[in-house]
Every structure is written in C-alpha cells, then in structure tokens.
C-alpha cells in the first residue's frame, strides 16, 4: 500500500525559509511523479511543483514558486523535499504531496488532481 507522509510544516516568519520533506512509502522508486500542491484558505487547490523520475527528473513549478522554491529526491531514503524561501503571506496554505506511479508524467501543476497517492497535508503558516 502506497503512503505518503508530510512534515516540516508550521509558523514561519516572514521572508523565512522552510523545508517540507514527503516521505514515501510502498512506491518502487522507479518511473513515478511526485508533486506539491497546496490550498489556502478560501481558495483553489494549486499545484506548486512536481518532480518526475523520468525525462531526466523533469521538474515543474508553479509562477508562484519559481525562483523560490526547490524540489528534489532522495532516491535512499525514498523522500521527495521542497525548500521553501522567502516565504510570504499568500504561501500560507495546507501543503499536499502526490503520487502518481507509471511511464508519462503526470499530475504536474493545473493537473495535480490526476495523481494517484495523496498525503494527508502540513499546515505552513507563515507570519507578518
């Protein structure tokens, strides 16, 4: 069975910097997208950034995140990151990581829905 585990959320001031770790278990490391997607309060889910094991670890991000944040793997220890920087106020949102196992990458940015695994969130709330 395919879980997902988030942590690393909470209060950040800010302009601070956090990092979201999403550890994955009972997915063969091999041929899969992984991605984050969040959702603020009174708003749409948007997908912020993905990461594809194929197409030489293909990496989406979102307007909202590029330049800012930073996704990557650690094919050991099974764990998918996002480093957060410079963090604002409409970054407050619950963070989800997603699964999707398979050949095609999919499940990246507007398409986060199509992902097969979710996580269960980690609240980051950043301070003004």
């Known amino acids: 069975q395919v879980q997902l585990v988030e942590s690393g959320g909470g209060l950040v001031q800010l302009g601070g910097p956090l990092r979201l770790p999403c550890a994955v278990f009972g997915l063969t490391f091999v041929d899969y997208t992984i991605g984050w997607s969040r959702q603020a309060p009174g708003k749409e889910r948007e997908g912020v950034s993905c990461?594809?094991?194929?197409?030489?670890?293909?990496?989406y991000y979102a307007d909202s995140a590029k330049g800012r944040f930073t996704i990557w793997k650690d094919d050991a220890k099974h764990t998918v990151f996002l480093q957060m920087n410079n963090l604002q106020p409409e970054d407050t949102a619950v963070y989800y990581c997603?699964?999707?196992?398979?050949?095609?990458?999919?499940?990246?940015?507007?398409?986060?829905?199509?992902?097969?695994?979710w996580g269960k969130g980690a609240l980051v709330t950043v301070s003004s």
């Open positions: 990461i594809s094991s194929l197409s030489a670890d293909y990496t």
């Open positions: 997603a699964a999707n196992p398979g050949s095609a990458i999919v499940g990246c940015g507007p398409f986060y829905h199509e992902m097969d695994y």
